[in-house]
């Protein structure tokens, strides 16, 4: 039985939406610098409902700036067995 990290979408919502207010910008603001017609998924995200996808991590990463690693909570309590 292995420990592997895995990714707490709850709790990295938790940080996105914190780091955007840390940083004075609301969703709509958020919304435009990433392109979206709608702010559908930056909801989704801060809700824990979808992460972004890299490309997105890699965005907000610098416009909040600071590392990806500072953006992801990992959960790191997950057990999994490998092999036979």
Known sequence: MFTLPTIDTVGTGIRIMDLRKKAGLSVKDLQMMLGFATPNAI?????????PTLDNFI???TIFNVPI???IVIDNKTNMQIGA
Not at 43 to 51: D, I, L, S, T
């Open 59 to 61: 965005v907000l990463a």
């Open 69 to 71: 690693d500072d953006i």
């Open 43 to 51: 909801y989704k995200w801060q809700n824990g409902a979808a992460m």
